[in-house]
Each structure stands twice: as structure tokens, then as C-alpha cells.
């Protein structure tokens, strides 16, 4: 548990600077078979006394410590790093709708004495996806469904198949809720 204040400038041409106050409490939090906070926890930032981001399950508590006031519109995960070393094998929890499930992603690359390498991604153990002829397609992109909605899949795997050992791949995952509603992204870069 913690707390931080910052003075931000103000952009350029303008006067003065901003106070942000960063919060968090990770000492409850509880964690999956990924090294990341299922539960328990939150991470807060709040910018003169209103709340900007709002990370974890600890919503009443979050908002009590730091006295802020709610946002207009509550914060998506849009984007997300990881690094993976070793194996080709990579697995992330990831929400694609506003108040959905957490779904748990694995993207399997076999590329071992492979004559032909493939890409397979199994949502919920579930395999979703197989790209075949992986040295000739180790860029593209595929519609799955996940929950009825429609998540584009788009990856390049070309530092995987023709890199040296610790080169990186990409995987992104854009959902489109509705045609008139702005799109999220889940953007996953394993090495």
C-alpha cells in the first residue's frame, strides 16, 4: 500500500503544471498461473482529485483512500506488453468487452524441426485458430468469434521462424463491439 504525487508540466505554450497522485494496494492482491493481479488489489491515478485510471478489483477501496471523484466514462485495458523467453509458447488473461469474462489466451508456436511450423491460439483451451505454412504467412490476420463477438487476430511471427533465439513477435486482438462504437485493442508482444 502507497502513495506517490507528481508535478506534471503543462503541455507546451501553457503555464503552470498539474498535480498527479498515484495509489495502489498489492498486499491482498492474489494471482493466477501468470505472474499478474487477479484480485485484491488496485492502482489508481487521479488528476486534480478526479480519476483518470482505475486498475483492479478494489473499486469502494480505491476510490475511498485517494477522495476522488468518479470519471465520466471508466478506463479499458487498451494495450499490453510481455516479454517470454524460452519456449514458443505464450499465455495471457485478456477482457475483450467492457463487462465481459476474462478469458485466458495461449498462442503456441511450433517451430521445432518442423518441416512446415504452425501457429495455434486456443482461447479457454480451446483451439481457435491454426495458421498453417507458417514460413509463408508469419504476417497476417483472421477473424475469430469470442463470446459472439467478432476479434480480429493479426500477428507476425517473422522474428520467431527467421530471428536469432531472443527475437520478438506481435500478436494483436481488435474487438468490434458495434460498427458505431469505438474499437479496443489487446496489443501482446512476447519475445
Known amino acids: 500500500m502507497g502513495s506517490k504525487s507528481l508535478d506534471v ?7 503552470g503544471s498539474t498535480k498527479v497522485d498515484v495509489f495502489w494496494d498489492l498486499s491482498g492482491a492474489r494471482f ?3 505472474p499478474e493481479q487477479l484480485e485484491g488489489f488496485y492502482v489508481a491515478v487521479v ?10 478489483d478494489m473499486r469502494k477501496e480505491a476510490y475511498r483512500k485517494t477522495g476522488a471523484g468518479r470519471p465520466a466514462v471508466d478506463a479499458l485495458l487498451v494495450a499490453r506488453r510481455e516479454h517470454v523467453v524460452g519456449k514458443k509458447v505464450f499465455s495471457a488473461m485478456a477482457q475483450f468487452c467492457h463487462h465481459g469474462r476474462c478469458h485466458d489466451i495461449v498462442i503456441e508456436c511450433d517451430t521445432a524441426g518442423a518441416k512446415d511450423p504452425s501457429l495455434v491460439i486456443h482461447i479457454d483451451r480451446r483451439p481457435v485458430m491454426r495458421v498453417r505454412r507458417l514460413a ?11 463470446d ?5 487476430v493479426f500477428w507476425d511471427v517473422h522474428g520467431w521462424l527467421f530471428g536469432s533465439a531472443t527475437s520478438s513477435a506481435v500478436f494483436m486482438f481488435q474487438t468490434c463491439q458495434a460498427p458505431e462504437k469505438s474499437m479496443s485493442w489487446a496489443y501482446l508482444q512476447p519475445y
Request: proline share 6%; hydrophobic share 45%; with cysteine.
Open 148 to 152: 459472439g463477438l467478432p476479434v480480429e
Open 9 to 15: 508540466a503543462a503541455s507546451s505554450g501553457a503555464a
Open 136 to 146: 509463408w504467412k508469419f504476417r497476417g490476420n483472421q477473424t475469430i468469434l469470442v
Open 47 to 56: 488528476c486534480d482529485r478526479e480519476m483518470v485510471l482505475l486498475l483492479g
Open 32 to 34: 493466477g498461473p501468470a
